[in-house]
């Protein structure tokens, strides 16, 4: 397990290596909402909500590049593929400002830039409160032009970075950057390139993926398997060996170690061979899990590439993690020194 010695020791190497990701990143734009500025709209009898600030953050895979950022990871690369629009200048420049090389993000007049806008409306008392969201999405598939586009800049830095994380976001099939033949070339280069650390996050797709670790919740498990979600064991410890299991059955399938996530229990790292439970950290107080995936991702990933064991690099996953899901109204991140200090008070 980790002690403090191999933690400061992983963190302490992270300046040193380079991660490359590939897949749909997002813009999430906020719209700060200053209630007490609310005005009615002389046209239609509306509110007008006015707009106080806007701030804008790399999403989807972005926010795992804003985590491996946040945790001081030397060198960044996003592959992608995004619209010539306005969402796509402003994510561009979020990535420049994160110090992540956008070289490899491929700009296409015929694809928009997938943006989460979420106004934020705030409040007399406590949080501002989210209000419905506004999503902009590719509605038709990629183009086989795309496909190749993203298969070439896969080929020229697959070789060049200590990791490739897979941020397979979109849940229509083919219609994201991950499609049929993008995820089929990155088992080719899974192989190909035995020293990289390949690792898939999926929420719809993970079973397709063949050589490349995996880190799937349970649902995303259980519907790779093809075997009903909706059932519940009634125990804590029925629930683990649940997913104990449908983890070793997914591990034969993909042909790789699976880091299957169960929430505030942590993770069970699973191969062919063994299997391991990594304890979640607990916290108090309000949380908000969005983007705690991304995190635990960013932090696995970072910690394998610093020389981690499995089980060390599933227990940072889980401390970056149980920081990002107590920051509110943002997607969170962890800095090596929270990480620090979190590990000492866990």
């Given at each position: 397990m980790l002690d403090l010695t191999s933690l400061q020791r992983i963190l302490g190497t992270l300046p040193q290596i380079s991660i490359a990701l590939v897949g749909d990143l997002f813009l999430d734009k906020y719209l700060d909402l200053d209630s007490r500025l609310t005005e009615i709209s002389v046209e239609t009898?509306?509110?007008?909500?006015?707009?106080?600030?806007?701030?804008c953050y790399p999403g989807a895979g972005g926010t795992v590049l804003n985590n491996l950022q946040a945790l001081g990871v030397g060198k960044l690369h996003a592959v992608?593929?995004?619209g010539d629009d306005g969402e796509g200048y402003e994510l561009l420049r979020e990535l420049r400002t994160r110090g992540v090389s956008n070289e490899s993000v491929i700009v296409r007049t015929d694809r928009m830039t997938p943006t989460y806008t979420k106004p934020m409306l705030s409040q007399a008392s406590g949080p501002a409160r989210e209000h419905n969201r506004l999503d902009i999405k590719n509605r038709t598939p990629a183009s086989a032009d795309q496909?190749?586009?993203?298969?070439?800049?896969?080929?020229?830095?697959?070789?060049?970075?200590?990791?490739?994380?897979?941020?397979?976001?979109?849940?229509?099939?083919?219609?994201?950057?991950?499609?049929?033949?993008?995820?089929?070339?990155?088992?080719?280069?899974?192989?190909?390139?035995p020293q990289v650390v390949f690792f898939a996050d999926s929420r719809s797709y993970i079973g397709l993926y063949r050589n490349l670790l995996a880190k799937p919740n349970r649902n995303e498990m259980l519907t790779a398997l093809g075997r009903p979600s909706n059932v519940h064991e009634s125990s804590a410890e029925g629930r683990l060996d649940e997913i104990?299991?449908?983890?070793?059955?997914?591990s034969c399938?993909?042909?790789?170690?699976?880091?299957?996530t169960v929430g505030p229990d942590g993770i069970l790292y699973v191969d062919q061979q063994s299997a391991e439970h990594i304890p979640g950290i607990r916290v108090t107080g309000p949380i908000d899990i969005v983007g705690a995936g991304d995190s635990t991702t960013a932090g696995i990933v970072s910690a394998l590439c610093a020389g981690a064991t499995p089980a060390q690099a599933a227990h940072l996953g889980c401390l970056v993690a149980s920081i990002t899901i107590q920051q509110l109204g943002v997607t969170g991140t962890a800095s090596p020194a929270q990480v620090l200090a979190r590990f000492q008070e866990a």
């Open positions: 009898g509306l509110e007008a909500y006015q707009v106080a600030q806007v701030r992608s593929v995004i496909d190749r586009q993203v298969i070439a800049q896969l080929d020229a830095i697959a070789g060049q970075v200590d990791a490739v994380i897979v941020a397979d976001q979109v849940t229509e099939r083919n219609q994201g950057v991950i499609t049929d033949a993008v995820r089929e070339h990155l088992s080719v280069l899974a192989r190909r390139h104990r299991g449908a983890a070793r059955d997914l399938q993909i042909g790789a170690a699976v880091y299957a």
